[in-house]
Nanobody, 122 residues
Framework: VQLQASGGGLVQAGGSLRLSCAAS????????IAWFRQAPGKEHEFVAV????????YYADSVKGRFTISRHNDLNTVYLQMNSLKPEDTAVYYC????????????????WGQGTLVTVSS
């Protein structure tokens, strides 16, 4: 599975962005796609995950109520709608996929996209 993340940019605090993660290759074996983020000098932080077939979602407490993850199966794309952005949301955002896992641990995901930078100014 190959993943291509896009949609990052510079936005003021309180603004919105929508990230996209386009999947290609053997997407039929994908169980879940997640978003992680990594701020400078920090580890990967789980953001949200959606299961591919059933659409079940789970969010980190830090983004719950502000971010929404969704998938468009026909387009093989997962979206992350980010509203009410805060400066602490600034990070490189990565999408990751796995064939059997939908948890919050980055090292358990097998496939990763290249990342897209989100910068939130105060």
């Amino acid at each position: 599975v190959q993943l291509q993340a896009s949609g990052g940019g510079l936005v003021q605090a309180g603004g919105s962005l929508r990230l996209s993660c386009a999947a290609s290759g053997r997407t039929g074996s994908t169980y879940a796609i997640a978003w992680f983020r990594q701020a400078p000098g920090k580890e990967h932080e789980f953001v949200a995950v959606v299961t591919w077939s059933s659409g079940v979602t789970y969010y980190a407490d830090s983004v719950k109520g502000r971010f929404t993850i969704s998938r468009h199966n026909d387009l093989n794309t997962v979206y992350l709608q980010m509203n009410s952005l805060k400066p602490e949301d600034t990070a490189v955002y990565y999408c990751a996929a796995d064939r059997a896992y939908s948890g919050t641990t980055a090292s358990d995901y097998d496939y990763w996209g290249q990342g897209t930078l989100v910068t939130v100014s105060s």
